[in-house]
C-alpha cells in the first residue's frame, strides 16, 4: 500500500472515530469540547483537524506555512507543536466540536472557512491564526444557539 493510501485509510477511520464520539455525546456545549480536547494527545487532536479539515486549513489556523506539518503532527512519533500552534490547534478542535455536535462536519467545515459578520468578514481560520478566541467562540456560540444579540 502506498503511503497517500495509507494516509487516506487512517484519515477515513480517524473521521469516523470522531463521528461517533461526538455523536455519542448529544448536545455538546462549550465546557464539553474542552474537556475532551483537554484530555487528547495533541497528535490526535491535529489527526482528528486533518481528518476534517485536511492539512492546508490545520496549516493555516495554526500559523504555520508548511502545509505537510500537520500531518507530521497527527503522527503519534511525530514533532511537538510550539506552544502557539498547540493553543491554536486546542481552540479550534474545541470549536469544531461544537459545531460538529450542532451541524454536522460539512456545516462545520463551511463556517470554518467562510467569511463570518461577527469577525468583520474575516474567516474563523485566519481569526483563530490571529489569536482572537474570545471572538471566535463568541461567533460560534451565536451561531450554533441562533442568537444574534451579540
Known amino acids: 500500500m502506498s503511503p497517500v493510501e495509507v494516509q487516506k485509510k487512517t484519515t477515513s477511520r480517524t473521521a469516523k472515530l470522531l463521528?461517533?464520539?461526538?455523536?455519542?455525546?448529544?448536545?455538546?456545549?462549550?465546557?464539553?469540547?474542552?474537556?475532551?480536547?483537554?484530555?487528547?494527545?495533541?497528535?490526535?487532536?491535529?489527526?482528528?483537524?486533518?481528518?476534517?479539515?485536511?492539512?492546508?486549513?490545520?496549516?493555516?489556523?495554526?500559523?504555520?506555512k508548511d502545509r505537510k506539518l500537520p500531518i507530521r503532527w497527527a503522527k503519534p512519533d511525530g514533532p511537538i507543536t510550539r506552544p502557539e500552534a498547540s493553543n491554536r490547534l486546542t481552540?479550534?478542535?474545541?470549536?469544531?466540536?461544537?459545531?460538529?455536535?450542532?451541524?454536522?462536519?460539512?456545516?462545520?467545515?463551511?463556517?470554518l472557512i467562510g467569511g463570518n459578520p461577527y469577525l468583520r468578514e474575516n474567516t474563523p481560520i485566519s481569526a483563530i491564526r490571529e489569536d482572537r478566541h474570545s471572538e471566535v467562540a463568541a461567533a460560534v456560540q451565536a451561531f450554533v444557539t441562533g442568537n444574534i444579540d451579540m
Open 91 to 111: 481552540f479550534a478542535h474545541r470549536q469544531w466540536t461544537v459545531l460538529f455536535a450542532a451541524d454536522g462536519a460539512a456545516v462545520a467545515r463551511q463556517w
Open 19 to 64: 463521528t461517533d464520539a461526538v455523536a455519542t455525546m448529544g448536545t455538546v456545549t462549550p465546557a464539553d469540547a474542552h474537556r475532551r480536547t483537554m484530555r487528547m494527545d495533541i497528535h490526535d487532536v491535529v489527526r482528528e483537524l486533518n481528518s476534517t479539515l485536511g492539512p492546508t486549513l490545520v496549516a493555516g489556523l495554526a500559523g504555520v
